[in-house]
């Protein structure tokens, strides 16, 4: 059964065509990076995942479960990391990820708490810091170790890798690539075509809130990317 799947998805405001015809499916462990300029449609599809917007037209299965009729089923099943995950500043990192977990419906322990930070990528001393100077990618990956306590099967990331610094965007890579591994899939909604590439399987262009390609991404290069990007945005 695939983890996120979307039939022929349309939405409109005021008239105005936001995301049409929009048809994806993602399988467990899959990583999707939906690429396209400001206004494409990108955080108007990820909020019709998670059930903020209904779709005029068209089905969205989250893991099997209709997230239009059914949104607070579909997004117990879902994590979401905003462009800036936002951290309760005075608690430390594993209180944290202990309150939204909780939030969630899991308790967690201190050791398993750790051990979740740990496998997100978060330093050994950054555990009982206060979140208040966490930098964007230290919130990150609080963010991840959320999802993996809520076991969460579909992880949904808005402009991930904006103000990121080159080793912050590896780090990110690499927690992607752990996710990835426990059979999260991924989708990714951004227009840093280079810093995605690298981690994505499958990549889509959105243009006007249409899928104008969708290409395996071991199968274009970076140069030929940006050139059919550049090419479908003008069309
Ligand atoms: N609540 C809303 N009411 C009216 N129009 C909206 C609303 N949300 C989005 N739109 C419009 O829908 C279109 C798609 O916007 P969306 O924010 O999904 O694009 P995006 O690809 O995420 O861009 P960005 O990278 O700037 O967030 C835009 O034309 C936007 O103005």
Not at 210 to 217: G, I, M, Q, S, T
């Amino acid at each position: 059964m695939p983890a996120l799947r979307l039939d022929s998805v349309s939405i409109a405001f005021n008239g105005d065509r936001a995301v049409a015809d929009l048809s994806l499916t993602l399988a467990p462990g899959e990583v999707y990076a939906l690429l396209g300029p400001n206004g494409a449609g990108k955080t108007t599809t990820l909020n019709m995942i998670l059930g903020f917007l209904k779709p005029d037209l068209g089905s969205i299965h989250v893991g099997g479960i209709d997230a239009v009729a059914e949104p607070l089923a579909a997004r117990a099943r879902i994590a979401y990391l905003p462009e800036s995950v936002m951290l309760h500043p005075g608690l430390t990192a594993t209180e944290n990820l202990s309150y939204f977990a909780l939030l969630a419906g899991r308790r967690i322990d201190a050791a398993t708490a750790r051990r979740l930070l740990a496998d997100a990528g978060l330093q050994d001393d950054a555990h009982d810091r206060r979140a208040h100077g966490f930098s964007k990618g230290m919130r990150q990956k609080v963010g991840v170790a959320i999802a993996l306590a809520k076991e969460a099967r579909l992880l949904l990331l808005d402009e991930p890798t904006s103000g990121l610094d080159a080793s912050a965007a590896n780090d990110l890579s690499q927690v992607i690539r752990s996710a990835s591994d426990r059979r999260i899939a991924v989708l990714m909604a951004t227009h840093d075509l280079f810093r995605v590439k690298d981690v994505a399987h499958r990549l889509g262009i959105l243009h006007a809130g249409r899928l104008v390609e969708e290409r395996d991404a071991a199968s274009i290069g970076p140069v030929e990317l940006e050139r059919l990007y550049l090419e479908r945005l003008a069309a």
